[in-house]
């Protein structure tokens, strides 16, 4: 039976919406496949484009590059060879034409290659036609000059010169010189061309100078400057001829009396007026009237000698005796008479010539090398004597006015005193009753002298203290010498202090050299008697029913020296007819020299301050000795069953080879290094300064494997910083070549030694390199400041931090600090000493009263830092930035993408890393400047935590003293919010425990349940874990 039809419909109703579902889901399936295909098509095209366009910006650079490097293609360009097939080819290339990449049109693809051509000659047509027409054959032959790297600007005229005969256009200078390359230069050249493969001659010539003119400046004018007559004057002649051209040929100078001007200028006083009264008129006649002089010159002096030959010895003396000149009025020059014969070195140097002796660079009295600042080592006695020679010799008279330079002042006005010939020389020594004291907290060097009849003070020490001075009968002072100084002006009763002793005397103004105050027989006679202990060195004297002991300084003397010529006064020069005299050397210490530039480095100072470098201004002069042995001498432990260390030299190239001479000649010259025949040997390197200069450091690295290791620690710079609160003047003292100041233990020398292609060396004094060497260092400094370290005293090395609340207190302390020095003969730089500043650099951070910040130099550096393209720069900057990590809120968690990137294999840069980078940047320039710690106030402690990490501040007051911060990892970012905080609080309290043990503190958190944490029930490991720690705190 037949369906009924109301059936069928509705079957066929239901399959046909079954099939329009199953389509409609069809169509939104195509339809999202479409969408998708759209979206990825359209990312595909921005990509193309992007690619595209950095293409044609990236060879529109390089058709920029091509177009200076490469000439225009001109069709009368020499590089086309348009004189003929016939022509000879003397040079060959690609020419212009040729050349695949010019003319890009900017469309982003290359033209295709085209085959070389071969290139005509190198002059034009004009230019063949001038030579064919001047000249009938071939040029003469001319090699082209080679350069191995030794003379730059020689090589460089040469060249020149043959560039102006072949008339060789620029674009072959480069090619034809380099191809003349050998040595050290080709070794050059092959480093230098992969950065610059076309360079162009001047910029080649610019690039060799830097290179290889090592240790001077390319400067003719400069040079021509410094050539002098130091020896013969043929040797001068030649010298002033070499530099001259040089000069010329630079600067096309011509002018001859100019010339003439210098040449007569650089020559020796002695021959310079002889040549100048012949008025020469060009330089030839210069040279010939100098030769005649010099002639002269020698044969007056063998006159002498003849005349002095029963003074003389049988050798040359080094030094020729002149006769004074009369015209001059100067004092009777003294011949220094030579030793006796009996005391004279018998050596093979003493059969040598004066002559010979100086070629060979020997001293003449020892025979050692000869250097600037040479001492010889055995103690000399020298007899100074005058007589009558055959030809007649005038002394001179004194000058009225010389003598009567106080005739305003009427005689019968005049009050006599007397004072030690010393005195006015500034002369000090060991055996004088010199002692440090204060006048109003102004540091003074006081005198008792005995020979001294009044009492003086300087003006200087007037002027600092404002000393109130009255007018007195003026008082003329005689020195033992025979000069005369003026005084006349008084100082009232003024109190001063030796020692934490008080005194008081009346004092006459007077400017006497070496010291501040002269005590003389005026205040004996007050103080009652004075009891010298010379072997102690100890002077006993009694105040009221007090007795006094005061401990007299043995410092090494600064001495300034007067003139070596016998001053005779008028009385003396009329009744005597020889003067006998006799010179011993008395003083063994060795005698720094003041630098020169001393009162201007210190001009900005405050005037008590300047008083303080002055007083001990030897610690700022250049030591002439080796530093003493102290208790602290260097030591090299080796472990048991080691072989001495030998190591085949390292190669240098020429011009480093020069630069290691010229230093270990110097190093030979201050002592710090002898000659060795140690079977130990390490090779040396040369390491670039900032300044451009090079160092030279040994390689000790398989010395200090063998070595044991001295644990001696290292001061914390954190610890350090916390103990400057309430500071607000500051001085920091940098030590001169720090670990060159310590001496070398005597056993341990021969470990030292090191090759180089001169020879075997080993040093006397602490190398740089050593294991040992920055342990050894600070155990030194900690036991000369000991007493005061913490106290005003900070240490880190060879820097020296002197801190105090008050501008008198600092005074005193950084008079300790330089005494101290002093006594240990311990050198500074002062050009790299701030002194007195109220904000200093101290290991990288700027400290004021305000507070510790960062240094703007680092936070420059990082700013500027360049984005890591491997591990190694990842690592460098991380390092630095991590070094004030605790001026940064939050830098755990910034640094937390860059940190990641450290682990093995996982260094691939991204935009996440590329943020981090740049927001640590910014956080690098935006650090507050922390408050130092307090200990006698409680501190704050405020921690929170994130779903990415904790961090915590540590406070005084309002003021942060440091941050704290930590990514957190997978593990513990699935802990609960409870956990996380609890984490943080625990953390910040380790972190921070030496600032809390012992100290009343208040935790502050935004969690409440943190706030009844003592109270809790004990539930979990970290829960147990605090309350053990809470135990050492008081919150």
Same mark, same amino acid.
């Given at each position: ?20 579902? &199953? ?33 044609? *910006? ?49 469309? /982003? ?89 076309? $360079? ?37 002649? !030649? ?116 002559? &010979? ?41 004194? #000058? ?7 005739? /305003? ?18 002369? *000090? ?29 300087? $003006? ?116 005597? #007819? ?18 020169? *530039?001393? $009162? ?36 090299? $432990? ?132 050593? &294991? ?152 690098? &320039? ?53 956990? !996380? ?55």
């Amino acid at each position: 039976m037949p369906p009924k039809k109301d059936t069928v419909e509705g079957h066929n109703g239901e399959l046909l919406t079954q099939i329009l579902t &199953t389509m409609e889901g069809q169509f939104a399936s195509l339809r999202q496949e479409i969408a998708t295909s759209k979206e990825a098509s359209s990312r595909m095209e921005q990509r193309y484009e992007s690619t595209n366009t950095q293409i044609g *910006s990236r060879i529109d650079q390089l058709e920029t590059l091509f177009a200076k490097l490469l000439p225009p293609n001109n069709p009368k360009s020499p590089l086309l060879g348009t004189v003929g097939a016939s022509t000879p080819v003397l040079g060959a290339g690609p020419s212009s034409a040729a050349t695949p990449h010019t003319n890009f049109g900017g469309s /982003g693809k290359l033209p295709p290659h085209t085959p070389k051509k071969n290139l005509g000659p190198i002059f034009s047509e004009s230019e063949s036609e001038l030579h064919s027409s001047n000249h009938k054959g071939p040029l003469p032959r001319l090699d082209f000059p080679s350069f191995d790297g030794s003379d730059v600007t020689s090589w460089e005229e040469d060249c020149e010169f043959y560039f102006e005969v072949f008339q060789t256009p620029e674009i072959y200078k480069t090619r034809m010189a380099t191809t003349h390359f050998s040595g050290d230069a080709r070794e050059w050249y092959r480093g230098f061309k992969m950065d610059n493969p076309h $360079p162009p001659w001047p910029i080649l010539v610019e690039e060799l100078k830097a290179s290889f003119i090592v240790g001077q400046v390319d400067n003719p004018l400069e040079e021509f400057r410094k050539v002098i007559h130091l020896g013969k004057i043929d040797d001068y002649i !030649k010298n002033f001829e070499k530099v001259r051209s040089r000069l010329m040929s630079t600067t096309k100078m011509k002018d001859t009396n100019f010339y003439l001007l210098a040449f007569l200028s650089g020559l020796r006083e002695e021959i310079k007026h002889t040549v100048g009264l012949c008025e020469p008129s060009n330089l030839n006649q210069a040279y010939k009237f100098a030769r005649q002089a010099e002639l002269a010159l020698e044969g007056q002096e063998r006159k002498v000698r003849m005349m002095l030959r029963p003074m003389l010895p049988s050798t040359n003396n080094p030094r020729a005796f002149q006769l004074p000149d009369s015209t001059e009025r100067k004092p009777l020059h003294l011949l220094p008479a030579p030793p006796n014969k009996t005391v004279t070195p018998q050596s093979e140097t003493a059969k040598m010539s004066f002559e &010979t002796m100086r070629k060979l660079g020997l001293c003449y009295w020892c025979g050692e090398k000869y250097y600037q600042g040479h001492k010889c080592q055995k103690k000399r006695v020298h007899l100074l004597e005058a007589s009558e020679l055959e030809a007649e010799v005038q002394l001179p008279e004194t #000058d009225e006015e010389e003598g009567n330079q106080f005739q /305003g002042i009427e005689e019968a006005t005049f009050e006599q005193a007397d004072i030690s010939m010393c005195l006015p020389q500034g002369v *000090s020594n060991s055996q004088t009753l010199k002692f440090k004291g204060f006048i109003h907290q102004i540091p003074i060097l006081a005198l008792i002298d005995s020979g001294s009849t009044h009492s003086f003070i300087h $003006p200087s020490i007037v002027q600092m203290n404002n000393v109130p001075t009255v007018p007195s009968p003026p008082m003329l002072v005689k020195t033992a010498s025979g000069s005369t100084l003026l005084s006349d002006l008084k100082c009232q009763p003024l109190k001063f202090e030796l020692q934490q002793h008080q005194f008081e005397g009346e004092f006459r103004v007077l400017e006497v050299q070496g010291y501040d105050v002269i005590l003389g027989m005026d205040w004996i006679a007050k103080v009652g008697p004075l009891i010298i202990d010379c072997v102690q060195g100890v002077v006993t004297l009694k105040q009221g029913d007090n007795t006094i002991s005061l401990q007299v300084q043995h410092e090494i003397a600064e001495v300034k020296l007067c003139q070596g010529e016998l001053c005779i006064t008028k009385e003396q020069q009329k009744g005597s #007819d020889i003067i006998f005299a006799q010179l011993f050397i008395t003083q063994p210490n060795p005698i720094s020299v003041l630098p020169p *530039s001393l $009162p201007e480095q210190i001009s900005h100072l405050p005037l008590p301050l300047q008083q303080v470098v002055f007083n001990y201004s030897s610690v700022f002069s250049e030591p002439s000795s080796l530093p003493p042995s102290r208790p602290i001498d260097h030591q090299i $432990p080796l472990k048991s069953d080691v072989t001495p260390v030998n190591i085949r030299p390292y190669r240098f190239s020429h011009f480093q080879k020069l630069e290691i001479e010229k230093i270990v000649e110097e190093l030979l010259v201050n002592g710090y290094i002898r000659a060795s025949t140690s079977p130990f040997a390490s090779p040396i390197l040369l390491v670039k300064k900032k300044d451009q200069s090079w160092r030279l450091c040994v390689d000790y690295r398989k010395l200090n494997d063998i070595t044991v290791k001295n644990k001696f620690p290292i001061p914390i710079i954190d610890d350090l910083l916390d103990e400057l609160h309430g500071a607000k003047y500051f001085s920091k003292i940098d030590l001169k070549s720090g670990y060159h100041q310590i001496r070398m233990f005597e056993g341990d020398i021969s470990k030292t030694a090191f090759r180089t292609h001169m020879g075997h060396y080993e040093f006397t004094v602490m190398p740089f390199g050593l &294991t040992n060497a920055p342990a050894t260092f600070q155990a030194l400094m900690n036991s000369i400041f000991k007493p005061f370290l913490r106290k005003f005293v900070l240490v880190f090395f060879d820097d020296i931090l002197v801190y105090s609340n008050t501008l008198e207190d600092h005074i005193h302390h950084l008079s300790t600090t330089l005494q101290l020095l002093m006594d240990n003969q311990l050198y500074a730089k002062l050009s790299k000493c701030e002194l007195g500043t109220n904000k200093v650099e101290y290991l990288g951070h700027l400290i004021t009263e305000e507070g510790v910040s960062t240094d703007p130099s680092k936070v420059e550096a990082m700013t500027t830092w360049p984005t890591p393209q491997n591990i190694k720069q990842l690592r460098g900057f991380l390092g630095l930035t991590g070094y004030y990590r605790k001026f940064v809120r939050n830098y755990g968690m910034i640094s937390k993408p860059l940190t990641e990137l450290l682990k093995k294999d996982a260094f691939k840069w991204g935009p996440e890393a590329q943020e981090a980078f740049n927001l640590l940047k910014l956080a690098m &320039t935006t650090t507050p400047v922390l408050a130092l710690p307090d200990f006698d106030q409680p501190f704050i402690l405020e921690t929170d935590a994130s779903q990415l990490g904790i961090g915590a501040v540590l406070m005084q007051g309002k003021r942060p003293l440091a941050y704290f911060s930590k990514g957190l990892g997978v593990k513990n970012q699935g802990l609960s919010t409870y956990e !996380k905080e609890l984490l943080a609080l625990v953390s910040a309290v380790t972190k921070w425990k030496h600032y809390l043990i012992g100290a009343t503190f208040i935790i502050r958190t935004d969690h409440i349940s943190l706030k009844h944490l003592l109270e809790q029930r004990v539930n979990t490991a970290m829960q147990h874990k605090v309350s053990v720690n809470c135990w050492d705190y008081i919150m």
